[in-house]
């Protein structure tokens, strides 16, 4: 009896799996479904303990001085990244411009700093985006 139970689940199994099969394109109707993803993105929120959504969200973006960065452009870049962050996407956004007046790297500390003092929340309740 279990050897005849046996192949059966595999019989059904590959019925299920065969590409051509119309079963396996119900399951892929399945597996694509919004509600799938949310499913998924939910549990994994759970298991790495993070929020599934964000209180709030801040970003910090970072470029060099134009006479430092003649050719990237990056200045440009930068502010229409700041203004999609809080115009489109209603994100808290500042530009930190990175010169040579001071080292570098401790502007760079300074503005990080001032970011997570600024909009940190409880553990893991806030997104910070550099």
């Known amino acids: 009896m279990a ?25 892929k109707e399945t597996t694509d ?5 949310a499913f998924w993105e939910e549990s994994t929120c759970k298991e790495l303990e993070v929020p599934y959504t964000y209180q709030n969200v801040a970003a910090l973006i970072i470029h ?4 430092l960065d003649e050719e990237l452009e990056c200045k440009e ?13 209603n994100f808290k956004s500042k530009i930190l411009e990175l010169h040579n007046e001071k080292p570098p790297q401790r502007q760079l500390r300074h503005a990080l700093d001032t970011l997570a003092l600024d909009h940190d929340g409880t553990c893991r309740s806030n997104l910070l985006i550099v």
């Open 33 to 37: 479904s919004d509600d799938s993803l």
């Open 64 to 67: 060099w001085a134009k006479h």
């Open 3 to 27: 050897q005849e139970q046996m192949e059966a689940d595999i019989h059904a199994h590959v019925l299920f799996t065969k590409p051509d099969s119309k079963h396996a394109a119900q399951r």
């Open 77 to 89: 870049k930068s502010e229409e990244l700041h203004q999609l962050f809080q115009t489109h996407i």
